[in-house]
């Protein structure tokens, strides 16, 4: 049954009763056309002196420094009591002690703090202030990132803080020998000794490593909301007990880390590298990677005031928000305002995701997004069409391999599989029945390629090293392709650049580290070896790499405006999206678009749900 629409305010919407201090209505109306907001004075104490704080609204605002509070709110029902405005009021428990930690003793401070800050009984408000939340992050004079209860923080601060004074030391020594400040070469250094040290494993070193790895874990990196505040923020400042550092001051340590990713470790990796890093790059990169790509996209917006939307909601699959209608709002502040995308809690999941699609095929002229459709053959608890991701879904291991659309950013994909065209297409709304998400059409015009004629196995030897397991799934298909004779001159070169989807089209001339790329490929193997990519063999004797889920008779095309090639499959009059797929003998770079330039392939139209 369908949801009306005051059902849907607190769909997926977790806060602290306060039904009390919202009836004395304290709160005055925000003007929604202005940039009204309001601010929090935290009022003079220390210890375990109850918490004060004064509403600050307008026009009182205006020309106020303040800070902001960034905070994982976790469970609504661990509270901490505070006073505001002299009424008590439940506080998320982790703001209450990030507001306990930062007040004065003696003096005031002005900080805006989202769940005191904005009326959240009132779901008007909430979209208008959630849409001008980047203004409020880019005016703060600071943004205040509580970690929270963090194990081992002491230990950990003074490891961020000896790691970097070995590489300040390191750099030191080397100009003053006369050599150029070459920051790779120190950071090799450092890498080398971190290595040793890792290596002895020793009871001393796991506990090092392991406090330095609960700080990257820290449940506040998880927080979806956290990206847009460190990317626009002026600075960021962690706070953890009696500890506060820069989060600049970070930068050193994660290029380290970035660079075990790579190291030669032996089989039986040493404890302590675990209790860092997790089982990357066997499950899924623990969060510091993604503080590493924070750290570019800051760079970026910085530079350009705009971040590619689609690749900021793939990346954020994992990161945590209890509404899954903040996985776009959360994001929609660093994007192309021109996408017109607006928070509004009234809509419903699927409409937020069904228009945010849309609109970026609309803006793009692209059908890209339809890459990031990762689906594992799984029906999900969300009623989608099968061309719009679900970006509420923490990816299962069946849907997550690394995507053909490399990077953050466009120009990081060699692949253009459709070269320049623009997409072209349009949407159809669904019937009136209570599923009519699940009948909203794509209709897209593209090229067939083939239809898939087998599809290879992923079983490996047991016992061995990951190279090891690649080439004997490489022998294995080999074999499968000696059996056709379309492709008996094809090369196990050629077989290997398949496998290993031609590096997500990121071999050659994009600017990629050497670590980028080995990271890259070591991950691509995997996906191979775990059976997250299947080997597919196409009736007109084409290989390729498509997702798990793959069938036999499923159509291989090239939609026009998309850099990649689609697996759909057809079912009664229209079709369903199976993913992307890459396709050997030159299909990614264009050539399904040289036949159709030469008259030998002629454009079709798709009707996709």
């Given at each position: 049954?369908?949801?009306?629409?005051?059902?849907?305010?607190?769909?997926?919407?977790?806060?602290?009763?306060?039904?009390?201090?919202?009836?004395?209505?304290?709160?005055?109306?925000?003007?929604?056309?202005?940039?009204?907001?309001?601010?929090?004075?935290?009022?003079?104490?220390?210890?375990?002196?109850?918490?004060?704080?004064?509403?600050?609204?307008?026009?009182?605002?205006?020309?106020?420094?303040?800070?902001?509070i960034?905070?994982?709110?976790?469970?609504?029902?661990?509270?901490?009591?505070?006073?505001v405005?002299?009424?008590?009021?439940?506080?998320?428990?982790?703001?209450?002690?990030a507001?306990?930690?930062?007040?004065?003793?003696?003096?005031?401070?002005?900080?805006?703090?989202?769940?005191?800050?904005?009326?959240?009984?009132?779901v008007?408000?909430?979209?208008?202030?959630?849409?001008?939340?980047?203004?409020?992050?880019?005016?703060?004079?600071?943004?205040?990132?509580?970690?929270?209860?963090l194990?081992?923080?002491?230990?950990?601060?003074?490891?961020?803080?000896?790691?970097?004074?070995?590489?300040?030391?390191?750099?030191?020594?080397?100009?003053?020998?006369?050599?150029?400040?070459?920051?790779?070469?120190?950071?090799?250094?450092?890498?080398?000794?971190?290595?040793?040290?890792?290596?002895?494993?020793s009871?001393?070193?796991?506990?090092?490593?392991?406090?330095?790895?609960?700080?990257?874990?820290?449940?506040?990196?998880?927080?979806?909301?956290?990206?847009?505040?460190?990317?626009?923020?002026?600075?960021?400042?962690?706070?953890?007990?009696?500890?506060?550092a820069k989060?600049?001051?970070?930068r050193?340590?994660?290029?380290?880390?970035?660079?075990?990713i790579?190291?030669?470790?032996?089989?039986?990796?040493?404890?302590?590298?675990?209790?860092?890093m997790?089982?990357?790059?066997?499950?899924?990169?623990?969060?510091?990677?993604?503080?590493?790509?924070?750290?570019?996209?800051?760079?970026?917006?910085q530079?350009?005031?705009?971040?590619?939307?689609?690749?900021?909601?793939?990346?954020?699959?994992?990161?945590?928000?209890?509404?899954?209608r903040?996985?776009?709002?959360?994001?929609?502040?660093?994007?192309?305002?021109?996408?017109?995308?607006?928070?509004?809690?009234?809509?419903?999941?699927?409409?937020?995701?069904?228009?945010?699609a849309?609109a970026?095929?609309?803006?793009?002229r692209?059908?890209?997004?339809l890459?990031?459709?990762?689906?594992?053959?799984?029906?999900?608890?969300?009623?989608?069409?099968?061309?719009?991701?679900?970006?509420?879904?923490?990816?299962?291991?069946?849907?997550?391999?690394?995507?053909?659309?490399?990077?953050?950013?466009?120009?990081?994909?060699?692949?253009?599989?459709?070269?320049?065209?623009?997409?072209?297409?349009?949407?159809?709304?669904?019937?009136?029945?209570?599923?009519?998400?699940?009948?909203?059409?794509?209709?897209?015009?593209?090229?067939?390629?083939?239809?898939?004629?087998?599809?290879?196995?992923?079983?490996?030897?047991?016992?061995?090293?990951?190279?090891?397991?690649?080439?004997?799934?490489?022998?294995?298909?080999?074999?499968?392709?000696?059996?056709?004779?379309?492709?008996?001159?094809?090369?196990?070169?050629?077989?290997?650049?398949?496998?290993?989807?031609?590096?997500?089209?990121?071999?050659?001339?994009?600017?990629?580290?050497?670590?980028?790329?080995?990271?890259?490929?070591?991950?691509?193997?995997?996906?191979?070896?775990?059976?997250?990519?299947?080997?597919?063999?196409?009736?007109?004797?084409?290989?390729?790499?498509?997702?798990?889920?793959?069938?036999?008779?499923?159509?291989?095309?090239?939609?026009?405006?998309?850099?990649?090639?689609?697996?759909?499959?057809?079912?009664?009059?229209?079709?369903?999206?199976?993913?992307?797929?890459?396709?050997?003998?030159?299909?990614?770079?264009?050539?399904?678009?040289?036949?159709?330039?030469?008259?030998?392939?002629?454009?079709?139209?798709?009707?996709?749900?």
């Amino acid at each position: 049954m369908a949801s009306t629409d005051s059902e849907l305010v607190f769909i997926n919407f977790y806060t602290p009763e306060n039904s009390e201090f919202y009836a004395a209505k304290l709160y005055r109306d925000l003007n929604p056309n202005n940039d009204d907001f309001r601010l929090l004075e935290i009022l003079p104490g220390q210890g375990l002196d109850r918490i004060q704080c004064r509403i600050i609204q307008p026009p009182e605002t205006p020309g106020l420094k303040y800070e902001c509070i960034s905070y994982r709110a976790g469970d609504p029902t661990k509270i901490l009591q505070i006073e505001v405005n002299g009424h008590p009021f439940n506080a998320f428990a982790s703001l209450g002690a990030a507001l306990r930690k930062i007040r004065q003793p003696n003096g005031t401070r002005v900080v805006w703090a989202d769940q005191i800050c904005i009326n959240q009984n009132n779901v008007a408000e909430r979209g208008s202030q959630v849409s001008k939340m980047r203004a409020f992050y880019e005016r703060a004079e600071c943004v205040i990132a509580w970690l929270g209860d963090l194990k081992g923080g002491d230990l950990a601060f003074r490891m961020v803080q000896e790691l970097q004074d070995e590489f300040d030391l390191k750099m030191e020594h080397r100009i003053r020998d006369g050599l150029s400040a070459e920051v790779e070469s120190v950071l090799n250094s450092v890498v080398n000794g971190v290595v040793d040290e890792l290596l002895s494993d020793s009871p001393d070193v796991r506990a090092k490593y392991e406090a330095l790895g609960n700080l990257f874990r820290s449940e506040l990196w998880s927080r979806l909301w956290i990206w847009q505040e460190l990317i626009v923020a002026k600075t960021t400042r962690l706070e953890w007990d009696t500890h506060s550092a820069k989060v600049e001051d970070l930068r050193i340590v994660l290029q380290i880390l970035q660079h075990l990713i790579v190291a030669e470790w032996p089989p039986r990796k040493p404890k302590s590298l675990e209790l860092l890093m997790g089982n990357y790059p066997t499950a899924q990169a623990p969060q510091v990677f993604e503080m590493l790509k924070l750290q570019t996209r800051r760079r970026i917006w910085q530079e350009q005031k705009v971040l590619p939307l689609d690749r900021l909601l793939d990346s954020a699959r994992w990161a945590y928000a209890t509404d899954p209608r903040d996985k776009v709002f959360a994001l929609c502040g660093l994007s192309d305002p021109k996408l017109g995308i607006v928070p509004d809690y009234k809509a419903t999941t699927q409409q937020v995701y069904t228009s945010t699609a849309t609109a970026i095929m609309e803006r793009e002229r692209s059908l890209d997004i339809l890459a990031y459709c990762k689906h594992s053959g799984v029906v999900k608890a969300i009623a989608l069409p099968t061309w719009c991701p679900d970006w509420s879904s923490q990816l299962d291991v069946q849907a997550g391999r690394s995507p053909l659309l490399f990077g953050e950013f466009p120009a990081q994909c060699a692949f253009r599989a459709s070269q320049s065209t623009c997409g072209v297409f349009h949407i159809i709304p669904g019937g009136p029945d209570t599923r009519v998400w699940l009948h909203t059409s794509l209709l897209a015009q593209g090229l067939a390629i083939g239809t898939i004629d087998s599809v290879g196995n992923f079983e490996t030897a047991d016992q061995g090293t990951d190279e090891e397991k690649f080439h004997h799934l490489l022998s294995s298909w080999a074999t499968r392709i000696a059996e056709n004779d379309k492709l008996a001159e094809e090369t196990l070169q050629e077989l290997e650049k398949t496998a290993t989807v031609d590096n997500r089209g990121s071999a050659t001339g994009n600017g990629l580290s050497h670590i980028a790329r080995e990271s890259n490929v070591r991950r691509l193997k995997l996906d191979a070896i775990e059976g997250l990519r299947r080997f597919v063999v196409t009736s007109n004797g084409l290989m390729g790499m498509a997702p798990p889920h793959v069938q036999e008779g499923d159509l291989a095309c090239v939609l026009l405006g998309a850099r990649v090639p689609f697996l759909l499959r057809k079912c009664k009059e229209f079709y369903t999206l199976v993913g992307e797929v890459y396709i050997s003998n030159g299909y990614m770079y264009g050539r399904a678009i040289d036949e159709m330039e030469a008259g030998t392939s002629e454009v079709q139209e798709f009707e996709i749900r």
